[in-house]
């Protein structure tokens, strides 16, 4: 969860299959509407994410495969960088061979 101020908290839930929402909350925890002035750049697509509707309230919908930039009134609040990653791993017991071409 960020800190954004004193009332509006930036928080995240994650939907499944690689997809996550940025919701905000009041100093109770109780979800509400996004604030004025927020938008959510996609730093991959270059262009702002739409606003989604889910439990009744706005949220910003992410994936993994992309990295974002929150702001408020145009300054940079929040950075969220793609982390999740494939890598292809040999195990031991696994033998190959690489053949060149001619």
């Given at each position: 969860?960020?800190?954004?101020?004193?009332?509006?908290?930036?928080?995240?839930?994650?939907?499944?299959?690689?997809?996550?929402w940025?919701?905000f909350?009041?100093?109770?925890?109780?979800t509400?509407?996004?604030?004025?002035?927020?938008?959510?750049?996609?730093?991959?697509?270059?262009?702002?994410?739409?606003?989604r509707?889910?439990?009744?309230?706005?949220?910003?919908?992410?994936n993994?495969?992309?990295?974002?930039?929150?702001?408020?009134?145009?300054?940079?609040?929040?950075?969220?960088?793609?982390q999740?990653?494939?890598?292809?791993?040999?195990?031991?017991?696994?033998?190959?061979?690489v053949?060149?071409?001619?």
């Amino acid at each position: 969860m960020a800190k954004i101020d004193y009332v509006d908290l930036a928080t995240m839930g994650y939907r499944g299959q690689g997809v996550a929402w940025i919701y905000f909350v009041n100093r109770h925890d109780r979800t509400i509407q996004i604030p004025n002035g927020f938008t959510l750049w996609d730093t991959v697509r270059n262009a702002n994410v739409r606003p989604r509707m889910i439990h009744g309230y706005d949220a910003f919908f992410i994936n993994w495969t992309n990295s974002y930039t929150l702001f408020q009134n145009g300054v940079e609040v929040l950075a969220l960088r793609n982390q999740m990653q494939q890598t292809l791993e040999g195990v031991d017991w696994f033998e190959y061979d690489v053949e060149m071409g001619p």
